[in-house]
């Protein structure tokens, strides 16, 4: 019952967001950003960012990495979601990448919506 009242505050939260932002809320506009974050910050592949990240995208990459953290650390503190203690960004943002990318008929999705549905799943409390 907790998590679906997560997800109901969650939607009505990101509601104004989304109509104030266009699709600046969806999967689909969050998901570059994630992956240059974890090309960047993870995979340390600093040429092909050079190559092929626009700068306003590097820039903003680091955004992705903040926003699938505080939505982890929200749900452990509900205690929604469970995570390792001292688990980095990195397995936190791939994991939520990786999910979003098997299900692209959800891009047009809420992305913060989305990224917490991952993590309840991926880090789901024992009880």
């Known amino acids: 019952?907790?998590?679906?009242?997560?997800?109901?505050?969650?939607?009505?939260?990101?509601?104004?967001?989304?109509?104030?932002?266009?699709?600046?809320?969806?999967?689909?506009?969050?998901?570059?950003?994630?992956?240059?974050w974890l090309k960047v910050a993870a995979e340390r592949d600093m040429a092909e960012v050079a190559r092929n990240v626009p700068d306003t995208e590097l820039m903003?990459?680091?955004?992705?990495?903040?926003?699938?953290v505080g939505i982890a650390e929200t749900l452990r503190m509900?205690?929604?979601?469970?995570?390792?203690?001292?688990?980095?960004?990195?397995?936190?943002?791939?994991?939520?990448?990786?999910?979003?990318?098997?299900?692209p008929e959800q891009l047009s999705e809420d992305s913060i919506v989305l990224a917490s549905e991952v993590v309840m799943l991926s880090w789901a409390c024992k009880k």
């Open 1 to 36: 019952m907790a998590r679906l009242m997560l997800v109901i505050v969650l939607r009505f939260a990101v509601l104004g967001q989304a109509r104030a932002q266009g699709n600046r809320g969806t999967a689909n506009y969050m998901l570059p950003f994630c992956r240059t």
């Open 60 to 68: 903003t990459a680091g955004m992705c990495a903040g926003v699938v």
């Open 78 to 103: 509900f205690e929604l979601a469970c995570p390792p203690e001292l688990v980095s960004y990195e397995p936190l943002v791939r994991t939520v990448v990786a999910e979003i990318e098997k299900h």
